[in-house]
């Protein structure tokens, strides 16, 4: 049984940074694409970056280019995702989700077990 666990989040001032990780079990995490999904209060569950197998190819959301950064290590079975410049529309919950395939996606529907998510709530 696939399980994934995130860790990192909380409270931070707008201009911070945080890290998220994802910590995958049950799975050999080596040949599974990841993504980070969030969902804002009153909003819809959105794509925020996602990874393939090896780590050599990502995708982001435009809302987080440049700021954000998707990165994994397999050894460790862990995803993380370095967000940079934080604003206060980045405030949600954050999920971790895997793919069943190697390769990366934006939606949703690709991924097949997900993470409880952690909070991140960023003040301006």
């Known amino acids: 049984q696939v399980h994934l666990e995130e860790f990192g989040g909380g409270l931070v001032q707008a201009g911070g940074s945080l890290r998220l990780s994802c910590v995958a079990s049950?799975?050999?995490?080596?040949?599974?694409?990841m993504g980070w999904f969030r969902q804002a209060p009153g909003k819809e569950r959105e794509f925020v970056a996602a990874?393939?197998?090896?780590?050599?190819?990502?995708l982001s959301a435009d809302s987080v280019k440049g700021r954000f950064t998707i990165s994994r290590d397999n050894a460790k079975n862990t995803v993380y995702l370095q967000m940079n410049s934080l604003k206060p529309e980045d405030t949600a919950v954050y999920y971790c989700?895997?793919?069943?395939?190697?390769?990366?996606?934006?939606?949703?529907?690709?991924?097949?077990?997900w993470g409880q998510g952690t909070q991140v709530t960023v003040s301006s």
């Open positions: 049950g799975l050999s995490s080596g040949t599974y694409a």
């Open positions: 990874i393939n197998w090896n780590g050599r190819g990502t």
């Open positions: 989700a895997a793919r069943g395939t190697g390769g990366t996606s934006y939606y949703q529907q690709a991924y097949f077990s």
